[in-house]
């Protein structure tokens, strides 16, 4: 496989950089049980395989980079710690910050710094690097905020930014195809199916904005058990709330929404599921339609 091909999919997986970085601190071998710790999942080990990063698995269970799956580690850990790698993580959790400001809410970039999740690698986040992050989102028009002369101001994410976030639209496989259309949706492929079920049933429809969403909700509260359980009140909690909303007769979609939001935050204290990343894939798709109806 051409290392350009295999660059780009490392770069979109990050469960899959995970599993590589473990085993390059580690002389490029991951015991059974170490392997099992960082809960990234057998889609990890999928990728890498196909990827040609590690070897077959052993009687033990022990994951074994390859020459090239040690070559690719190598420069993995430089990007990942001070290069484009590092950058798009910078960026994805400033965005993630800009997701749960509230109406109104103006932060600068030291702020910011204080909200964010912790850097996986290299040094921590500072507070230039962020502002020059914030100042880069706001030009792509994937945040809202402003520059004065003294610093640059964070007030909020865009439905860009949004999609941004979303596993969706990161990811360079052909899972998942969604095309905004007015104020319609179309979703092909399973990530619908996956999200609340983890099988690989096949779905395709285009419907109001309103129906989609209340149907997509009512799905994904049918299969909320399928989430760990620390978080599956609260996120059926406020699932229902948005449902809720946009079953009534004048809906507020915006106020479904900021409900959606909340549970995509709830949802972040536990990523690293497929179904997990999958459902709030969904929500966060909802969510961005809603916004902008």
């Known amino acids: 496989m051409d290392i350009h091909e ?8 990050e469960d899959a950089q995970e599993t590589v970085m473990a085993a390059h601190r580690n002389g490029g071998r ?29 009687l033990d269970g022990s994951l074994n980079l390859t020459v090239q799956g040690k070559r690719v580690a190598l420069k993995l850990a430089e990007d990942l710690e ?33 909200r ?15 502002e020059e992050s914030i100042s880069g989102l706001l030009d792509d028009g994937l945040v809202n905020g402003f520059r004065s002369w003294q610093a640059t101001i964070l007030e ?25 259309n007015d104020h319609s949706l179309t979703i092909g492929g399973d990530n619908l199916g996956n999200a609340a079920t983890g099988d690989h049933v096949a779905q395709t429809s285009t419907v109001t904005v309103n129906s989609l969403a209340s149907g997509a909700l009512q799905h994904l509260l049918n299969h909320v058990d399928d989430l760990p359980s620390a978080v599956q009140e609260n996120v059926a909690d ?26 995509s935050e709830t949802l972040d204290t536990v990523t690293g599921s497929p179904k997990v990343a999958n459902f709030l894939a969904v929500l966060q798709l909802v969510s961005g339609v809603l916004l902008s109806s």
């Open 238 to 263: 406020q699932i229902e709330a948005a449902h809720a909303e946009l079953i009534q007769a004048s809906p507020d979609t915006v106020k479904a929404a900021r409900w959606l939001d909340r549970a």
């Open 30 to 58: 991951l015991s059974h049980s170490a392997a099992q710790e960082l809960a990234c999942g057998d889609s990890a080990f999928s990728t890498m395989h196909e990827l040609g990063l590690i070897e077959p698995m052993r």
């Open 82 to 114: 001070d290069g484009h790698l590092r950058q798009l993580a910078l960026d994805r959790a400033v965005l993630k910050v800009a997701r749960v400001l509230q109406p109104g809410q103006r932060i600068g970039a030291t702020d910011v710094v204080e």
């Open 116 to 130: 964010m999740e912790p850097a996986k690698y290299g040094r921590p986040w500072d507070a230039q690097e962020v």
């Open 156 to 180: 909020g994410i865009t439905r860009q930014g949004r999609a941004r976030l979303s596993p969706v639209e990161q990811s360079q496989s052909s899972r998942a195809a969604n095309v905004f």
């Open 6 to 13: 295999v660059w780009e999919r490392l770069a979109s997986d």
